[in-house]
Structure formats: structure tokens, C-alpha cells
């Protein structure tokens, strides 16, 4: 069983940045790719990034683009969504999820962070 949980969400104002965090709870992570993905108030969740584990490629949804970075620290399991130039409609409760091989889908998933963007 994995377990992930999410740290680093918060109040910011429009333009700023906040980082947040995801600890896979493996010693040493097994999975294929861990992925962040965003829902706010009235809206299905929704894919922001993710990265394959082994090879850090990323993959990016295009509002978040040039602006959110995703990275791993491979020795501490965790995943970072490094989110700058913050806008409202950034704003929702972020999960991480981990997909365990290439084809299966995001099955594991952490109890979310929420991030508020002030204008």
C-alpha cells in the first residue's frame, strides 16, 4: 500500500509563489510516475503535471505551462510542485497521485492541500 501526503498549500496573493509537497510513504518508491492534479469548487479534477520517476521527464497541462515546475528527490520520495506568477484560477485543493506501471492509471492519491489565490 502507498501512501502519499501533501504539505505546502495556502493563502497567497495574485503573482505570487508557493511550492508544494508530496511524501510517498515506500521506503523506496516503485512507481512509474507521480502526477499532480488540481480540482477547485464546481469543477472535476483536473491534470496539472507529472513526472516519471525513474527518467524526471515531465509533462505539463498547458495553463500551467512556463509557470509550475515538477521535480522528485528520489532519496526523500517526494514530489514538488513548484508554483510561480500564482493566478485565481490556479486556485483549488491539489493531490498528488502515484501510478505504479506505464499503462495503469493514477491509483494512489494523497488527502489534498488547498491553495487560495487572492486578487
Known amino acids: 500500500q502507498v501512501q502519499l501526503v501533501e504539505s505546502g498549500g495556502g493563502l497567497v496573493q495574485a503573482g505570487a509563489s508557493l511550492r508544494l509537497s508530496c511524501t510517498v510513504s515506500?521506503?523506496?518508491?516503485?512507481?512509474?510516475?507521480m502526477g499532480w492534479f488540481r480540482q477547485s469548487s464546481g469543477k472535476e479534477r483536473e491534470f496539472v503535471a507529472a513526472?516519471?520517476?525513474?527518467?524526471?521527464?515531465?509533462y505539463y497541462a498547458n495553463p500551467v505551462k512556463g509557470r509550475f515546475t515538477i521535480s522528485r528527490d528520489s532519496a526523500d520520495n517526494t514530489v514538488y510542485l513548484q508554483m510561480n506568477n500564482l493566478k485565481s484560477e490556479d486556485a483549488a485543493v491539489y493531490y498528488c497521485?502515484?501510478?505504479?506501471?506505464?499503462?495503469?492509471?493514477?491509483?494512489?492519491w494523497g488527502q489534498g492541500t488547498p491553495v487560495t489565490v487572492s486578487s
Open positions: 515506500q521506503s523506496t518508491f516503485s512507481g512509474f510516475a
Open positions: 497521485a502515484a501510478k505504479m506501471g506505464p499503462g495503469d492509471p493514477y491509483e494512489y
Open positions: 513526472i516519471r520517476w525513474n527518467e524526471g521527464t515531465t
